[in-house]
Every structure is written in C-alpha cells, then in structure tokens.
C-alpha cells in the first residue's frame, strides 16, 4: 500500500536530526511533546524502522534515519522554496506568521514596538520569537523555520545575508543608591566591587567572551552571583551593592525598566556588530522583503528605505 507521509511529519525528522530531543523539536516546532511522540510512532510504522532511540539523555538516529536525512532535508528545502513563490505581499490582509530568533532581552525590547505598529500595518500578521541553540540557527535561517535573525552571528557566513543595526559596548549597571553613582569607577575600584556574572559562555552568544574576560579580571571572591540571563542580572543589582556588566543597549533598556543607574566599565571589553540576518534563498520573497525595513527602523533606530526601494 502506498504511504502518505506528510511534509509536516518529515520536518519532524528534520528537526528531531538536529535537537536529538522530542522536548526541544517540540519548542522548535511550536507544539507539544505528546504530539510529537505520535507523529514519531506513526512514522516508525511508515518506515518499519524505530529511527530514533533513546541514548542517555538524548534520542539517536538509526542507521535507516541517518539514510533518510540528506534526503528529506532536499525535499523540504524544496517545498520551501515553492511555497515561497506566491503573490506580491499585502500587509492589510496576510495571514503570515514571521519567526525571528532573537534573545529574550532583545525581545523584551523589541515586541512592544512591532506589535503596536503591525496592528495599523499589517492587523492579521503574527509574529513568532524564538531562542533556539546557536547552533542550529544556520540549518533554520536556511529552511525557512526561522525567518530572520537579530543579533551578533560572527560564525554565520554560508549563504547568510546581513544589515548591521548598530555597535554594541558595555557598560556597568548599578542601583541607584550605589558608591559607583556618586565616584566613576577606576580599574581598582572596579575589579574590587562584588558582581553578578551573566554566563553564556556554552552558548555561543558573544557575551560569553565578556564572561571569560571577567572571570580573569576580577578576584574569584568578587564574582557574588553567576546567573543566566541579563534580566535576572538586573533584579540582582537594584537590591544590592553589587554591578553588572552587559551589552549597552541591554543597558538602557534595563536601566529604564527597574530604575537602575548606569556607569562606564573600566575594562577592556569588545565592541561587536548587531545584526539583522536571513539567508539568501529568501532574500526575495516579498513579505521577507517587507519585513527587514520595519525591523531595521524599530531595532536600527533609522527611517525605513521608500517601499519601490527596499533591497532589490
């Protein structure tokens, strides 16, 4: 009898070959992990192979799934670029949904602004913001799961288009009533202060070379609190006599949100490049094509290119 294996079942595998994890294709996927264990039974039947068993922790191909992945990986790449076909994008009456990986910050930063402008522009559009491991980010930008991504990606080179947004610093976030507030920090003064240190350094954020750039500097006894995210980091410094150090535009925002103070980091930190990306297979698809100006004035802080211009 002829099998009927759905496209939506074969993205299934295609995710479940990079996450190795029915929870963490289940985030990818946007559904829940009970739905995934049934879609794997059903192609476990259709392929009259387990394809993927339980190793430790993680859930491992079968030598027939490892067969099947080069070409399922065609197939969907292929059926992604049909559907992208379509007719010119019309804001006022689309239906699309756009996903974006970008940081939980950076989200925090950006969805009051895009929604309260998509909902004159474009009322019907929805928008997707996700965080998935930088690792796969390439392989998503590529098959169309992810639309665009907001960020720094130095490793991101292989097909991948970019417009930078801005230079990202750092700067030291304090609370108000903090010595640092009424004396700017000397290297001295700095190094001796207590901190909260925001890992990523298993991330692939570009943080992480912050984090090993402090853990150097300062004295083990110094460092108060690790945590794993800058919001978390900034509820730390406004009860305590201790600093953060975090991107400058987290800064601000921060700085803002939890009535926070900011100082000038006497340390060598790096400056990177934020960026908008997306991979070139869809540099042309027009709602794609409509999209990265809106972002680029809302996160890049400049008026949009005139729509007969937009990156032709």
Not at 85 to 108: E, H, N
Not at 221 to 229: F, K, Q
């Given at each position: 009898?002829?099998?009927?294996i759905?496209?939506?079942?074969?993205?299934?595998?295609?995710v479940l070959?990079?996450e190795?994890?029915?929870?963490?294709?289940?985030?990818?996927?946007?559904t829940?992990?009970?739905?995934?264990?049934?879609?794997?039974?059903?192609?476990?039947?259709?392929?009259?192979?387990p394809?993927?068993?339980?190793v430790?922790?993680?859930?491992?191909?079968?030598?027939?799934?490892?067969?099947?992945?080069?070409?399922?990986?065609?197939?969907?790449?292929?059926?992604a670029?049909?559907?992208?076909?379509?007719?010119?994008?019309?804001?006022?009456?689309?239906?699309r949904?756009?996903?974006?990986?970008?940081?939980?910050?950076?989200?925090?930063?950006?969805?009051?602004?895009?929604?309260?402008?998509?909902?004159?522009?474009?009322?019907?559009?929805?928008?997707?913001?996700?965080?998935?491991?930088?690792?796969?980010?390439?392989p998503?930008?590529?098959?169309?799961?992810?639309?665009?991504?907001?960020?720094a990606?130095?490793?991101?080179?292989?097909?991948?288009?970019?417009?930078?947004?801005?230079?990202?610093?750092?700067?030291?976030l304090?609370?108000?009533?903090h010595?640092?507030?009424?004396?700017?920090?000397?290297?001295?003064?700095?190094?001796a202060?207590?901190h909260?240190?925001?890992?990523?350094?298993?991330?692939?954020?570009?943080?992480?070379?912050?984090?090993?750039?402090?853990?150097?500097?300062?004295?083990?006894d110094?460092i108060?609190?690790?945590?794993s995210?800058?919001?978390?980091?900034?509820?730390?410094?406004?009860?305590?006599?201790?600093?953060?150090?975090?991107?400058a535009?987290?800064?601000?925002?921060?700085?803002?949100?939890?009535?926070?103070?900011?100082?000038?980091?006497?340390l060598?930190?790096?400056?990177?490049?934020?960026?908008?990306?997306?991979?070139?297979?869809?540099?042309?698809?027009?709602?794609?094509?409509?999209?990265?100006?809106?972002?680029?004035?809302?996160?890049?802080?400049?008026?949009?290119?005139?729509?007969?211009?937009?990156?032709?």
């Amino acid at each position: 009898m002829e099998k009927d294996i759905s496209l939506r079942h074969l993205r299934v595998l295609d995710v479940l070959f990079t996450e190795r994890s029915l929870t963490a294709a289940a985030n990818v996927l946007d559904t829940s992990q009970p739905v995934l264990s049934k879609i794997l039974a059903r192609l476990r039947v259709d392929f009259d192979d387990p394809l993927f068993v339980r190793v430790g922790q993680t859930m491992e191909p079968t030598a027939r799934a490892l067969e099947l992945a080069e070409p399922i990986r065609r197939i969907l790449l292929a059926s992604a670029s049909l559907d992208r076909r379509s007719a010119p994008f019309d804001p006022m009456t689309s239906r699309r949904v756009f996903s974006f990986f970008i940081s939980d910050v950076g989200a925090l930063r950006l969805a009051p602004p895009l929604m309260e402008r998509l909902q004159h522009e474009a009322p019907h559009v929805g928008i997707r913001m996700v965080s998935l491991d930088r690792r796969q980010l390439l392989p998503r930008l590529e098959s169309g799961d992810v639309d665009m991504a907001i960020g720094a990606f130095p490793e991101l080179v292989s097909g991948i288009r970019r417009r930078k947004l801005f230079v990202e610093g750092y700067r030291g976030l304090v609370r108000r009533s903090h010595p640092f507030t009424r004396k700017a920090p000397d290297q001295a003064a700095y190094r001796a202060a207590r901190h909260v240190l925001v890992m990523a350094r298993d991330t692939g954020h570009v943080h992480g070379e912050v984090e090993k750039l402090l853990e150097t500097a300062l004295p083990a006894d110094r460092i108060a609190l690790r945590v794993s995210g800058f919001v978390a980091a900034a509820m730390a410094v406004k009860r305590t006599d201790t600093v953060a150090t975090i991107p400058a535009n987290l800064a601000d925002y921060l700085a803002e949100e939890f009535n926070l103070a900011k100082v000038t980091v006497p340390l060598a930190t790096p400056r990177f490049d934020v960026a908008l990306a997306w991979h070139e297979r869809f540099h042309r698809d027009p709602a794609v094509r409509w999209m990265r100006p809106v972002l680029f004035e809302i996160l890049g802080r400049r008026k949009p290119r005139p729509t007969a211009a937009q990156e032709a």
